[in-house]
């Protein structure tokens, strides 16, 4: 009897202290919503951009393990886990990455600590090598601690299942590490505050450049964590400069010259759906042959709200080509044409020009392809600018500018579209950019030419709107 009761007294300690232990209690009590999210996201190359202490390094390090103790809740649990954590340096590895990782990691947990400096009697003393944990399903994990100082060559050779970037890893290591993944069909996730200004991680993962159906990546800041004091956050925050803020609370990325649309954010960008034929409204193009062209469909509700529905952006085509898929993206959404049965688009005023060697001009090979195209239309960029920005976040309610997800070489532009010289844009990736501008500006321009309409007139309109279309 006695060793029975001895038996359920270390039952219920185990169990108290399993309750009790980080692991267990990490998004239990205060949820911090945008941790889930990363965690949840299934896709092989997540970033959080994140302020200082806003939680990105404790996801990192519970996601890591999470999967080399093989309980990850969302993502497919293997045995026999082999990772990297990658720190800029040993001393940050011990100061961050190692000790978050040994805060969570239970020690009953662990089969081997091997030290590269220091005593494993009191690892987070010194610079750990590597972990062996023990998995759940029965194999034995490996969690390594790499650091960026040490040169790309050391990065070699491995196979892996994924690697934890703590902070912003140089361009040619991170390229290693893809390597490393390959095989295995492993993944990559990061975890760092933007401090170094539009390096590759601006192009390549939160711009996205390649396209890549594999990139997720999300911002997180002082208010997403709930377990900091509102207090000291507002102390902080007066105590940084604007462009400190940005990075240090936000996790944004900066510039010296700043973005023109600092008012797009997620709240812009919506998943597709099933617009209404009513809606269509019109096709802006900004015409490239070496250039990317970018042509993108409007389609716009009956109370003013923008939608951006799909997109045609191709660089190094003929207008040939461009006319073809215009007409076939058209077709696939039913869109509809003018009396004459050819479909009408915006179109920057320069495709008039004949070229040297050129018989016709763009707008008229645009025409004899079945496309009409308007070149009357307002250029004038601080105005356009102006009106764009006033629609993405108005002063009051919600926003007036909806882009479609699938719409990402638009999204793309937008978060990337800086100031420079003076009152103008950086001329680069600026052909979405464009052709949004002619279609906003064509948009209020034609509003503000007009009286305001009386509720009956707004009725007759939509009746009118959807007879065109066939509706009831």
Known sequence: MKEILQRIHAIEKEERRRLTSPLTKYNRDKVHAKQMAFHKCLKRNRWVFGGNRSGKTECGAVETVWLARGIHPYRANRDNISCWVVSLSQQVQRDVAQQKILYYLDRSWIDEIVMTSGSKSSPEYGIIDYIVINNVLGGK?????????????????????????????????????????????????????????????????????????????????????????????????????EEMLESRRYGRFTSGSGLVYPEFSEANVIEPFDVPPEWQDGISIDPGLNN???????????????????????????????????????????????????????????????????????????????????????????????????????????????????????????????????????????????????????????????????????????????LRRGGL
Not at 210 to 227: A, I, L, T
């Open 141 to 241: 994990s490996k969690i390594a601690f790499k650091s960026c100082e040490a040169g790309r060559e050391k990065f070699q050779g491995a196979s892996l299942d994924f690697v934890w970037f703590d902070e912003e890893p140089p361009a040619d290591i991170y390229e290693e590490c893809r390597m490393r993944i390959l095989d295995r069909e492993g993944h990559i996730f990061g975890t760092m505050t933007p401090l170094k200004g539009l390096t590759w991680v601006y192009d390549e993962i939160y711009l996205n450049s390649h396209n890549s159906p594999d990139v997720w990546c999300q911002f997180m800041e002082w208010s997403d964590n709930p377990y900091l004091s509102q207090k000291e956050v507002a102390q902080m925050t007066e105590s940084l400069s």
């Open 292 to 466: 990317p062209l970018s042509c993108h469909w409007y389609a716009r509700d009956f109370d003013g709200n923008v939608y951006v529905i799909a997109e045609h952006y191709e660089a190094k085509r003929d207008v040939a080509y461009h006319a073809t898929r215009i007409k076939e993206i058209s077709a696939s959404l039913n869109w509809g044409r003018d009396k004459f049965g050819s479909l009408t688009a915006l179109m920057d005023s320069a495709a008039n020009q004949r070229t040297l060697n050129g018989q016709r001009s763009v707008a008229e090979l645009f025409y004899e392809q079945g496309i009409t195209v308007n070149t009357r239309i307002n250029k004038s960029l601080y105005a356009g600018i102006n009106k764009v920005k006033a629609m993405l976040r108005p002063l009051n309610g919600a926003p007036k500018i909806y882009i479609f997800s699938s719409c990402v070489n638009m999204i793309r532009e937008i978060k990337g579209y800086f100031w420079g010289n003076g009152d103008a844009p950086i001329k680069r990736d600026d052909h979405a950019m464009d052709e949004l501008r002619y279609y906003i500006c064509s948009l209020t321009d034609n509003q503000q030419e007009k009286p305001q309409k009386s509720l009956i007139q707004l009725d007759k309109e939509r009746l009118s709107r959807r």
